[in-house]
């Protein structure tokens, strides 16, 4: 028996007989087939729902990163708190050499644990934004717009890095909702009973953002330290310390929304199975 051609639902571009998801929008469309003839109607081919993974065993690690992760962002303020007293002896010639190097050394050491747990944080919570995003077709949500493997892999893409990410987020977080209520298989994608939304995610994505571009701008000037004076490094130590805080309060938010997507997900499972 030939196989029937399929259709995306979201941009109703035509595919494969054994396409999963849409290579114009990422719309999952492994559940609808095109009708025979010309016209718009659908008719339901659905499999079984794929099995639902929790999600506390990722968000467990990437929460315990986040609070390594904040600590070690404390502990850089710390430094640069001592690094302006180093700097002030300095500018007094009443600093010593070993005092020089200690400090240097410390930084040293700080640089590679924060460096490390940065890139492991990165990823496990790719990790478990990808099995969040695998759990909405099990909770019964078919119109998803973004497929798990974009859901990470915007993440990579110049420019659209810049507001896909969010994006993605907000479908995971609205789809998760326990009360959030949703049609499946309606020919359109993200179609909501309730649209129901975090300003939290918008000021973790806002935040995360902000305080990227400051962290480059920083670093970009940190490369000509050596042409700065004294007074110029001190005020630049200080603009690294707000900079600092200011990363902390994503860490922070993400914490929470993981914490919230997670318990959300477990609690529409259990009410999916009863």
């Known amino acids: 028996m030939r196989k029937q051609e399929r259709i995306c639902q979201a941009c109703g571009v035509s595919l494969s007989p054994d396409a999963k998801f849409c290579q114009k929008c990422g719309q999952i469309v492994d559940s609808v087939l095109r009708t025979e003839g010309i016209g718009t109607d659908f008719r339901g081919n659905q499999p079984p ?15 315990r990163l986040l609070i390594v992760f904040v600590g070690l962002s404390i502990l850089s303020i710390i430094l640069d708190m001592m690094d302006i007293n180093l700097l002030k002896n300095i500018h007094n010639f ?34 478990w ?17 973004f497929s798990p493997g974009w859901a990470v892999g915007w993440w990579f893409i110049p420019f659209m ?16 909702h326990p009360n959030n209520k949703y049609t499946p298989g309606v020919p ?15 000021w973790w994505w806002a935040l995360w953002i902000v305080s990227n571009v400051l962290e480059n701008i920083i670093m970009r000037t940190w490369f000509r330290a050596e042409d700065l004076q004294i007074k110029e490094l001190i005020e630049l130590t200080y603009f690294n310390m707000l900079v600092t805080s200011l990363t902390v309060i994503p860490a922070v938010i993400v914490f929470i929304l993981i914490n919230q997507i997670t318990n959300n997900q477990e609690i529409k499972s259990q009410s999916s199975v009863n």
């Open 49 to 63: 729902r794929p099995k639902f993974i929790s999600l506390f065993p990722r968000a467990k690690w990437t929460q």
């Open 94 to 127: 009443t600093a010593t050499e070993e005092e020089i190097n200690n400090n240097a050394l410390i930084w040293g050491i700080w640089g590679v644990g924060y460096t490390l747990v940065y890139l492991v944080t990165i990823i496990t919570f790719l990790r």
């Open 129 to 145: 934004i990808y099995q969040a995003s695998s759990n909405l077709n099990a909770l019964g949500y078919v119109s998803q717009r």
């Open 161 to 176: 890095h810049l507001f896909r990410p969010y994006q993605v987020m907000n479908e995971i977080w609205k789809s998760s």
């Open 188 to 202: 359109s994608a993200g179609t909501y009973k309730i649209d129901i939304g975090s300003n939290l995610i918008g």
